[in-house]
């Protein structure tokens, strides 16, 4: 059994297909697959998808790159207040098993202008709220972080400092550095690895894979995007997370069962699947 911990269903990508993208996953041994949430609409969908479909569950969350459609609710706390409540709801739906996906992203997006400070500031609050939200709920969290590793590990450090603080949690389609990695494993995360780890010239992330612990890395397509190898550059989907797992076999030299069975063991102990 395998089970794809990481794959946005709720996307228009599979509005066409999406009871024959599950059936397909079903046949190759994906039994379960976890939805992550990018706003209010999608993490809403996602929970309808795992309502109806039994194999499937939701996490709720609004991605960093919407942060700025949130900042006049953050700036004040009665509003502030408001959108916490809301996501509140969704954590107490059935099958709702984690916070995301959450975190920090700086990267500057073909068409976007570079994140400002205030930006960054906004995200930072977002990203706050919702840690605060994965506490209460007694959640774990999906972390997103794209070229803002210090930041995001600095933020959830800070965060823990409260000795009554404890959040669990995964850095999804992780490509930080192995310091990064370092300083997430201490904190007792776990590493979520995709498609992209099935590039030949992804000699880093190869690495990343052999620096961590078996017992803490998790498989994730993130379909509709970073279809592995063979299917680079098509819509990826659930179905193709063999290939991941036969990746990082390969990279870690171990026997293919073997990848199945502890990432699945893995995934079922964070999310209480």
Do not use: W
């Not at 066409?16 to 809403?44: C, F, N, W, Y």
């Not at 960054?120 to 969290?141: D, G, M």
């Not at 490509?175 to 992209?196: P, V």
């Amino acid at each position: 059994m395998l089970i794809d911990t990481h794959a946005h269903l709720n996307f228009k990508a599979f509005n066409k297909d999406l009871p024959q993208v599950i059936e397909r996953a079903t046949k190759t041994s994906v039994m379960k697959i976890i939805i992550p949430g990018a706003k209010i609409d999608s993490s809403r969908k996602a929970v309808e998808i795992a309502h109806k479909y039994p194999s499937c569950f939701a996490a709720v969350g609004i991605h960093p790159h919407h942060a700025p459609d949130y900042e006049i609710l953050l700036a004040e706390r009665n509003k502030r207040g408001i959108l916490k409540k809301e996501f509140a709801s969704f954590t107490k739906q059935k099958k709702v098993v984690a916070v995301g996906e959450v975190g920090l992203d700086y990267h500057q997006y073909q068409g976007y202008p570079p994140i400002s400070a205030s930006g960054k500031y906004v995200q930072k609050q977002l990203f706050l709220l919702q840690l605060s939200l994965a506490l209460e709920a007694n959640l774990p969290l999906i972390f997103h972080c794209r070229q803002a590793y210090d930041d995001l590990i600095f933020t959830i450090m800070s965060f823990l400092k409260n000795p009554k603080k404890k959040v669990m949690g995964v850095f999804h389609c992780f490509a930080g550095t192995k310091k990064h990695l370092a300083s997430i494993l201490d904190l007792g995360f776990y590493i979520g690895f995709d498609g992209n780890i099935t590039y030949p010239e992804n000699k880093h992330l190869h690495n990343l894979v052999k620096s961590t612990p078996i017992e803490r890395i998790l498989l994730e397509t993130d379909s509709p995007f970073l279809a592995p190898v063979p299917f680079r550059g098509k819509r990826s989907q659930p179905s193709y997370l063999p290939h991941i797992a036969a990746a990082v076999a390969s990279i870690l030299k171990k026997e293919l069962t073997l990848i199945q069975e502890i990432t699945s063991g893995n995934a079922s102990k964070l999310f209480n699947l």
